[in-house]
Every structure is written in structure tokens, then in C-alpha cells.
């Protein structure tokens, strides 16, 4: 390396030492990871926000049909490669190729909830207004768009933000923040509409404006340097693009894309209906919400517990073992749903059976969190693995491209179908629920497929390493 690029290669305003093989050393770097996790936490507010909607909703009896209409607003994060190659490529270089796109979008989020804040309660229904769920879902996929903006931002900025040695912890950051963010905002907007302190748009504006004020901290205090590194290099989108389409034209990257965005469709009515239908059972919002304050450290520890098996050579192992389970989950959660008794919508006396069915949606939604968990860990790890090394970022974001939309078709669609597939009598008055129906289809696909599925996992990891490279295909 000249001495005139280590030169240009700074770490915002330090001279980069070009060596990436030091061991972590996080002294003078603590002030970066504060910053990254608070960008983090930021970036999840809006998505809690998001999640507490549906259950809100689903007290005043809208339809499953609106609420898939509503699961439409993560879409973005799907998405967000269409754009991503744009945001990373175009910057204005004074002001530092992050902080271009960071501080306006951040800015946007924090005046569009503070905009949305004064019709949220109508689009909701209060006051004895028709809930409204083509502006609500239209205002929400707004900013979920400029937070999967702020993510490729933020994920790039990590790259420089800290010393090379100390890169790993970026992926810590952004798992421990937006978890934080969502966490506080979910329970938060629950909790406030239970106790009576806030109402879901006070709070939205509150979060505006802290989004805003934090926003013009980060914009004067947190220096960018201008040049970039060799591990945050700038490549034209239609460079970008032309890396993309060289990877789907690999039989490999076809098989994967394939198995990623079927593979979820047996979980696809527990994931989708389990939470909605144990509300109309009788658990309220607020129960559902407390047990999330044991599910979320369970989220950020079980990564850390698998590390060692997921970092072997056959991560999708642990999918394949968990497969199974992870659909009785789904035919378990819809029996004890079934099994509950209508004195569960009576909040004003509390039996011990009452306590028994708490007990046992805690302990179907712990169990199910380690398992998802652990799914989304050993996928990460696979995607590690196979992706090649020169063009990492791109070929681990077109991964989770796919999966995120295997994700979000298989729930949409769930909610759609939900009111439409339900065996109903002569009144109107079901006979077969359409969460049996969706439950019992998706298990039997689940069945029937699940030899399939475990033979394809072995064959993705049985593939070579050359067989996933897109060199090939360039040349």
C-alpha cells in the first residue's frame, strides 16, 4: 500500500493503520458504539410503534383483511435493494458520504411522525370515527421506506465509524439497538394507553421529536471523514445491479432463492394469526405485550449461545433439527387457543385458570421465540458462508432480500385469506374457523414437504465454494 492511500484512508479525522488482523480492542472506541447503537435504536422506534397497531385494531373489530393490508408497511425492508446501490454510491463528499443520506432521512422520520401524530387517533377510530386503513397503512410504509433508507446508511457508516479490528461489533450493535427500539416503543405504547399517561399519537409526537433533537446532535458533534477505505468501497449502482443479476443466473443462488421464499409457509398461520386470535380469546393487548419483556433479552442472548454451532461448517443444521418443532408450535399454540374459555374476556376476576393459560401462551411464546431465533442466526451464519468475500455486501443483502420476502408474502397473504376461507352456516355464523383451516393447510404442507425441504438444506451445504461464485458467470 502507497503512503499516499493510507493517507486517504481515514476513521472520522484518525489515520487508518491498514491492519485488520489486530485482535478487538474497544479502548477509545466506546464513544462509536454508543453512537451506532443509538442510530440502531432510532431505526427500531418506529418499527415498534408499527407492531402495537395491529393489536389496537383488532379491539375495534376491524377486518383480518385490513390488518393484511396494514403488514404491507415492512415491506420496504424487503425491498430496500432496489434503492440501497443509490444511497450507497451518490453522497455529497464534504459533507461525508453517510451523513448525506443519514441526517435528511432521520430528519424526515422525526417530521413525518410528528405529521402523522394529528390524525393518527382518527385513522384509528377514536372518537367514534371509522378506522381509516389506507392512510394509516400508506403513513407507516412511509417510514418504514426512509428507516430501511437510514439502515443502509447506518450499516455502511459502521464500517468506517470503527477501527477495522472492530467492524464485528457493528452487527451487535444493530441487533442490540433495534431490538431496544422496538422493545421500548411497543411496551412503551402499550403500557402508556394502559396506565393513561400517553395516548399511541402523544407518543408518536414525543418520538418525533426525539428522533429530531437526537438527528441535529449527531449532524453537528459526530464528524464523517470524506475518503473512504478498501472495506467501504464505492461501486455505481449499475455496477451494483450487474453483480446482482450475474448471482441469479448461479444454480445455487437460484436453488437458495427458491428455498427461501417457500420455506416459511408452514409457520406462515401461526406467525401471522397466533397473537390475534389469542386476543380474541381473551388476553389483552397489555398481557401480550408484558410477556414480550421476557422474550426480548431471550432474543439477544440465544445468538450468542449458538455461536459456536452456528459458525461451523453446516449452520442450517440447527434449522433442520428445529423444523419440526417449529411447526408443532404452530398446531399447539391453535389447540390451547381453542381450549380457552370464554371467561378469559371477563378482565375483572382472575382464576387460577385464568393463570393456566397465561402460563401456557408464555411459555408457547418463549419456546417459539429460541426457536425463530435460532433459525434467523443459523440462516445469517449460511449467508456468511456462502457469500463471496470481494462482494459480501451485496450478496448478503440480496439474501436477506429474498428472505425478508418470504417472509412478508407468507404473512400477507395468511391475513388476507383469513376472512375469506372460513366455513360459515346460513347466519354468517362460522362453523370451521379460517384459523383451523389456515393452521391445519399449512401444517400439511409442511408435512408433506418437510423431507423435501431437509434434503434441500444438506444439498445447500454440500455445494462447493466455487459453485456459489458469480466470477464465473462475469467472465
Not at 20 to 43: D, H, S
Not at 443 to 464: C, D, E, R
Amino acid at each position: 500500500m502507497s503512503k499516499n492511500e493510507e493517507k486517504e484512508m481515514k476513521k472520522d479525522g484518525e489515520e487508518y493503520d491498514g491492519d485488520k488482523n489486530k485482535e478487538p480492542n474497544l479502548e477509545g472506541e466506546w464513544g462509536n458504539i454508543a453512537i451506532l447503537t443509538l442510530l440502531y435504536i432510532l431505526q427500531g422506534v418506529p418499527m415498534g410503534l408499527a407492531a402495537a397497531v395491529p393489536l389496537m385494531l383488532k379491539e375495534k373489530n376491524v377486518s383480518y383483511q385490513e390488518l393484511g393490508t396494514f403488514s404491507l408497511t415492512s415491506w420496504p425492508f424487503s425491498l430496500k435493494l432496489l434503492w440501497a446501490p443509490f444511497v450507497d454510491s451518490l453522497y455529497i463528499a464534504k459533507y461525508g458520504r453517510r451523513k448525506t443520506w443519514l441526517i435528511p432521512t432521520q430528519l424526515l422520520i422525526g417530521l413525518l411522525m410528528c405529521a402523522i401524530s394529528f390524525s393518527l387517533e382518527n385513522w384509528m377510530g377514536e372518537g367514534g370515527h371509522a378506522v381509516e386503513i389506507v392512510p394509516l397503512t400508506a403513513s407507516f410504509f412511509a417510514l418504514y421506506f426512509l428507516c430501511a433508507t437510514q439502515d443502509v446508511a447506518v450499516d455502511g457508516w459502521a464500517l468506517t465509524m470503527l477501527r477495522p479490528e472492530n467492524v464485528g461489533y457493528g452487527s451487535t450493535c444493530n441487533s442490540a439497538g433495534q431490538i431496544a427500539g422496538y422493545f421500548l416503543t411497543f411496551t412503551g405504547t402499550l403500557a402508556m394507553q394502559h396506565f393513561q399517561i400517553m395516548s399511541l399519537a402523544q407518543f408518536m409526537n414525543f418520538c418525533g421529536i426525539c428522533f429530531i433533537v437526537v438527528t441535529v446532535a449527531v449532524a453537528i458533534l459526530k464528524k464523517e471523514g470524506d475518503a473512504t477505505t478498501p472495506d467501504d468501497p464505492i461501486v455505481p449502482p449499475h455496477e451494483v445491479f450487474k453483480l446482482l443479476a450475474g448471482c441469479v443466473q448461479v444454480p445455487a443462488v437460484r436453488e437458495v432463492v427458491g428455498f427461501l421464499l417457500v420455506w416459511k409457509i408452514p409457520f406462515a398461520a401461526n406467525d401471522a394469526l397466533v397473537g390475534l386470535r389469542a386476543q380474541e380469546a381473551g388476553f389483552s393487548k397489555e398481557i401480550l405485550a408484558s410477556i414480550s419483556v421476557v422474550v426480548t433479552p431471550i432474543q439477544i442472548v440465544i445468538p450468542l449461545l449458538l455461536g459456536q454451532i452456528t459458525a461451523g461448517a453446516r449452520p442450517l443444521d440447527v434449522c433442520k433439527k428445529l423444523y419440526p418443532y417449529r411447526m408443532l408450535m404452530g398446531i399447539f399454540a391453535f389447540l390451547i387457543i381453542l381450549s380457552m374459555p370464554e371467561s378469559l374476556k371477563d378482565h375483572s376476576t382472575i382464576t387460577a385458570v385464568h393463570y393456566f393459560f397465561y402460563f401456557m401462551v408464555f411459555v408457547l411464546t418463549v419456546v417459539s421465540s429460541i426457536i425463530s431465533t435460532a433459525f434467523f442466526s443459523a440462516q445469517m451464519s449460511f449467508f456468511a458462508k456462502i457469500s463471496e468475500k470481494d462482494i459480501g455486501g451485496t450478496y448478503m443483502t440480496m439474501l436477506n432480500t429474498f428472505s425478508n420476502l418470504g417472509g412478508m408474502w407468507t404473512l400477507s397473504a395468511t391475513l388476507f385469506m383469513a376472512d375469506h376461507v372460513a366455513v360459515k352456516d346460513a347466519d354468517g355464523k362460522e362453523i370451521v374457523s379460517s384459523y383451523f383451516i389456515l393452521v391445519s393447510v399449512c401444517s400439511a404442507i409442511g408435512l408433506v414437504g418437510l423431507k423435501f425441504i431437509s434434503n434441500l438444506m444438506n444439498k445447500l451445504q454440500n455445494y462447493k465454494p466455487e459453485q456459489w461464485s458469480i466470477k464465473k458467470v462475469d467472465n
